[in-house]
């Protein structure tokens, strides 16, 4: 592969928690977790994140961080990297979310490595869910996947439905994180927005609809990720403050 660059989307006023990656978790906010967690994997030519606010740029340059400023408004964080590397020469670009400040190497890693398939245009990752309220809540976006770990569908309904009781179903949560070939992101960013998009407030049906299957990965447990207040509890419990 040639250069890849791990790039952050950071907006600050989220629908359902405003301004929840600056909240502090320890000692230091959200959004820097995920930012200097995802730099330390050292899997990365450039680690950034992308932003269109004051606050969130001054909190990543002031510890030195790479920082790009949208100019447009964005529905997904998959436009807005769009928008800052349409004119880099980059292969492939992964995108993690700025809500997840516990990243790691490990599943990253393994997501790059599905890159060595050059028929592999996006990938993205995945765990198992073991909570029935979990697969009962549509904050939690699930995917049911092929037998090639090629996605077939996501959606915030529990998929699949248990209809039979006699077959044991593995449920998976959709964990975040994308990673892309520049040309498919171009590609993504181009194409109007999907009905099922549209519907479910899910980017990645955009590629689905469009006839790009994503390649799959499972993780293990990937942390707390941070929708609500009450996520930002569980993640300081998870940290141990």
Not at 117 to 143: F, R, T
Not at 157 to 169: L, W
Not at 232 to 241: D, M
């Given at each position: ?14 629908t ?22 995802t ?5 990365f ?40 590397v349409?004119?880099m ?19 990253l ?7 060595k398939?050059?028929?592999?245009q ?13 697969v009962?809540?549509?904050n ?32 998976y ?9 520049k ?8 194409w ?6 549209a519907?479910?407030?899910i980017?990645?049906?955009r ?17 707390v ?6 996520d ?10």
């Amino acid at each position: 592969m040639g250069k890849t660059i791990a790039m952050i989307p950071a907006r600050y006023d989220a629908t359902r928690f405003p301004g929840k990656l600056m909240k502090v978790l320890g000692d230091k906010t959200v959004i820097r977790r995920a930012f200097e967690n995802t730099l330390e994997t050292g899997l990365f030519d450039e680690v950034s994140v992308v932003t269109d606010s004051d606050i969130i740029h001054e909190e990543i340059a002031a510890i030195g961080g790479k920082v790009y400023r949208s100019v447009q408004p964005h529905e997904s964080g998959s436009d807005r990297i769009a928008e800052a590397v349409r004119e880099m020469d980059v292969d492939i670009i992964l995108n993690v979310q700025g809500d997840m400040p516990f990243v790691k190497k490990g599943p990253l890693s393994v997501l790059l490595d599905s890159f060595k398939d050059a028929a592999v245009q996006v990938g993205s990752l995945m765990q198992a869910m073991h909570e029935e309220e979990s697969v009962k809540n549509p904050n939690v976006v699930k995917v049911v996947v092929d037998k090639n770990m090629n996605s077939l569908l996501f959606s915030r309904s529990p998929i699949p439905y248990p209809r039979s009781r006699d077959i044991p179903i593995t449920w998976y949560e959709h964990v975040g994180v994308y990673a892309y070939r520049k040309e498919a992101l171009m590609n993504f960013t181009n194409w109007p927005m999907t009905p099922l998009e549209a519907a479910e407030k899910i980017e990645c049906l955009r590629y689905l609809e469009n006839g790009i299957p994503l390649k799959m990965v499972v993780t293990e447990y990937m942390g707390v990720n941070i929708d609500t207040p009450e996520d930002l509890e569980k993640a300081k419990a998870f940290l141990g403050v």
